[in-house]
Nanobody, 121 residues
Framework: QVQLVESGGGLVQPGGSLRLSCAPS????????MAWYRQAPGKQRELVAS???????NYADSVRGRFTISRDNAKNAVYLQMNSLKPEDTAVYYC???????????????WGQGTQVTVSS
C-alpha cells in the first residue's frame, strides 16, 4: 500500500524558515495535483497550497508571498518552503496527492501522516 511520507517539520522562531518534503513510499503510475493542508488545534483542516502537474499553483491568502510550493515530477515529490513564519502558522501539516497507482486504476486522494510545525519564541 502506498503512503505519503512527510519530513521537515519542527520548532522554529517567528520569522524563521522551514522546508517540508513529501513523497510516496512506493511506485505510482501518475500523480496529478499535490497539496499541503494544515490543521491547528481546535480548527478545521485548511488548504495551504496546491500545485498541478503542469506546475500551476494556488495559495491560501494567509500564506501567499511567504510560502512556496514546488514539485519534482521525476521524484514524485512535493515541497513547501515556508519563510517569515508566524505563530499562527503553528499546526500539523499534511501532504495530499491525487494519485493513480496503475494505468488501470482510478486516481484518488492520498494523505500523509502529518508533520508538526511549531512557531514560537
Amino acid at each position: 500500500q502506498v503512503q505519503l511520507v512527510e519530513s521537515g517539520g519542527g520548532l522554529v522562531q517567528p520569522g524563521g524558515s522551514l522546508r517540508l518534503s513529501c513523497a510516496p513510499s512506493g511506485s505510482t503510475f501518475r500523480i496529478n495535483t499535490m497539496a499541503w493542508y494544515r490543521q491547528a488545534p481546535g480548527k478545521q483542516r485548511e488548504l495551504v497550497a496546491s500545485i498541478r502537474r503542469i506546475g500551476s499553483t494556488n495559495y491560501a491568502d494567509s500564506v501567499r508571498g511567504r510560502f512556496t510550493i514546488s514539485r519534482d515530477n521525476a521524484k514524485n515529490a512535493v515541497y513547501l518552503q515556508m519563510n517569515s513564519l508566524k505563530p499562527e502558522d503553528t499546526a500539523v501539516y499534511y501532504c495530499n496527492a491525487d494519485l493513480q497507482l496503475s494505468w488501470m486504476a482510478s486516481s484518488r486522494d492520498y494523505w500523509g501522516q502529518g508533520t508538526q510545525v511549531t512557531v514560537s519564541s
